[in-house]
């Protein structure tokens, strides 16, 4: 299959990334019972990712019940899993080259909600071309999750990834939309339908842990200025959790840093109703003859 302007290295990299993403999201769901903690499984995954890869392309994301997007762990964080609904998006990256996955364990005992997003995943994924508009494939996705009865979460979509970004263009809405983008040989995307049994709709939560680098400035504070070493050092413009961070008082650099604009935070985002969400990703590149899927 050709992959247009991407070369072998590049392709291979992205390869990488994606099998060793399907490698820990199978362990990490598979450790998903009640009893078990929501930092056990991050850390388990975070530990394995350094092992076959390079490192995260963000921190894992352990979302519950009307949770989308956006929730990891604190470094002391004892919460367990119960009878929840549990959405696990990890990203991987090798030499920046991101793979990004995601898959619903249920405990909450409505598994048709995580089977309209895996069913909506399967069909966008069909749908996936040169020449394809992004705008078509919402349609795919909505048409299967209302079919469902349920709600495509509609201010919610998935992304391209590129080195180093692990959330840029072109988007790809979860509803039909007249005018997206055409899809071209060598995008590559990541496609993640997010199902709801409420209206659709989400926003920003109070719980704050993963950061992103915004710039790079001199700040005074010493604290910070480690925080902001190790961030650029390590994570370059990748999301990074406050608990990875080895400086001591780091939530207070944290903060320090977010009012000088030089990192922002992504609060967890939550359905509005308050109702499930449910949620299916997958990484791939546009091919001539469709899609390479990296993370199957």
Not at 49 to 65: K, Q, R, T
Not at 98 to 109: N, P, Y
Not at 251 to 256: G, Q, S
Request: aromatic share 4%.
């Amino acid at each position: 299959m050709s992959v247009g302007p991407l070369d072998d290295e590049t392709v291979e990299k992205y390869r990488r990334a994606g099998e060793a993403l399907r490698t820990v999201l199978d362990e990490a769901a598979a450790m998903i019972e009640p009893g078990v903690t929501h930092l056990e499984v991050a850390e388990h995954a975070e530990e394995r990712i350094y092992e076959l890869a390079d490192g995260p392309a963000f921190p894992v994301n352990i979302s519950i019940d009307e949770e989308a997007s956006h929730s990891t762990p604190s470094r002391d964080d004892d919460t367990e899993f119960d009878d929840g609904m549990v959405c696990l998006d990890i990203g991987v990256h090798v030499d920046g080259y991101i793979a990004d996955a995601a898959t619903t364990v249920d405990l909450s005992g409505t598994p048709e909600l995580v089977e309209a997003a895996e069913e909506a995943l399967d069909v966008a994924v069909d749908a996936v071309g040169p020449g394809v508009d992004t705008g078509t494939i919402g349609g795919e996705i909505e048409d299967v999750i209302r079919g469902y009865g349920y709600t495509p979460v509609l201010n919610l979509s998935g992304h391209g990834v590129e080195q180093w970004d692990a959330h840029t263009g072109p988007n790809v809405p979860n509803r039909g939309v007249d005018r997206g983008h055409e899809l071209e040989v060598g995008d590559v995307i990541a496609v993640e339908p997010f199902a709801t049994d409420g209206r659709g709709k989400v926003g920003e939560g109070s719980k704050e842990e993963i950061y992103g680098l915004e710039r790079e400035r001199s700040v005074r504070n010493r604290q910070a200025r480690q925080v902001l070493e190790q961030v650029t050092e390590e994570y370059r413009t990748l999301p990074f959790a406050a608990r990875w961070l080895g400086v001591s008082r780091a939530e207070m650099a944290l903060r320090r840093l977010k009012q000088n604009d030089v990192v922002h935070g992504y609060p967890v985002l939550k359905e509005a109703d308050g109702r499930l969400v449910s949620q299916a990703e997958h990484t791939l590149i546009v091919t001539e003859n469709g899609c390479e899927v990296t993370t199957a």
